[in-house]
């Protein structure tokens, strides 16, 4: 997507190898209405398949989830990291790899608000390794739903998240993907 | 405002002492529809107030910050409560109590997203002690810009953040306010 690779150049900062920092925009500050255009693309490429909730991961996937969710008029699911007073005991739940934190958490949603029924789409800023959307998939399986596909904002194509999805026959819709990043440098597949 | 008391009524859940669960439409599962309506009432509120920056803390406040932020057409912040390679290390930064999660943790902005031209409004779902707004507070201090007002969904009447809050003179806009809580019992004040 254009205006979003357009973004990425202007305002992307490469500090050290493998981290490229949108934090101008994505996930730290957030241009709402560059997400509101980004969340009407993956609208429009979901729109005729069905979907019942976008499911993603607190907390930088929840500003994207839900500028699609407003597109598609469904509603957002965020996967909750910590143990909280405010969540349901009866859950869904699985351990994730932290790439940018180094670090392994549980990741669970409640049972109340995913269902047989539900044909889901997951929604998240990056994907590096997979490990969460793996971890959102499992989810889904838990709760004998349906995965629909998942919908990125920036893949790191040199790593294997998007590759090993693809492989078993998930669809994958990433905005923008990286082909290399290195200090000063930029390049998209 | 009518509209979310009426959602608070039909689905909040009390099941224990000061905890009120919402779920199913606010911090777990988000019904966009209903958050895009909330959003469009803070921006209403302060829409004459020269607002440039709309300042939030993950995970749950994003979704209601972002809608405000749509209607208000300025740029949202959520500040981040973990170490993250993603996140500059010139920041910001506070303390703050998480009361649902009874633990301390640290706050951080990157200085590059708050200047003192900035005049900012703090979204939050909830507000009960107030410490999490607070810790805002501090950073928007930190930062020399303007703290223009807060809004707040769901304000816990019964605990004393919006009084405090209050009789330092700030502006506190909260869309619904409890009295009271118990199981089975919700009372508005």
Excluded: W
Excluded at 35 to 62: P, W
Excluded at 117 to 129: E, P, Q, R, T, Y
Excluded at 175 to 183: Q, V
């Amino acid at each position: 997507m254009q205006l979003l690779k357009e973004r990425i150049l202007s305002e992307g900062r490469v500090d050290r190898e493998d981290i490229l920092k949108v934090d101008s925009f994505l996930n730290h500050q957030i241009d709402v209405t560059l997400l509101d255009e980004l969340g009407r693309e993956f609208a429009g490429r979901y729109e005729n398949t069905g979907i019942t909730k976008i499911l993603t991961i607190e907390a930088s996937g929840i500003a994207i989830a839900c500028f699609t969710a407003s597109h598609l008029h469904v509603p957002v699911i965020f996967a909750k990291k910590t143990e909280s007073k405010n969540l349901d005991s009866d859950t869904y739940g699985t351990q994730v790899y932290s790439y940018t934190k180094d670090k392994y958490y549980r990741v669970r949603v409640s049972k109340r608000y995913l269902q047989q029924s539900d044909k889901v789409l997951i929604i998240d800023d990056f994907l590096a390794n997979g490990k969460a959307v793996f971890g959102l998939k499992e989810i889904i399986e838990q709760a004998h739903a349906q995965l629909v596909g998942v919908g990125i904002v920036i893949e790191k194509g040199f790593q294997q998240g998007g590759q090993l999805l693809r492989e078993q026959g998930i669809r994958v819709d990433s905005l923008a993907i990286l082909k290399s990043i290195s200090p000063g440098r930029i390049i998209f597949e």
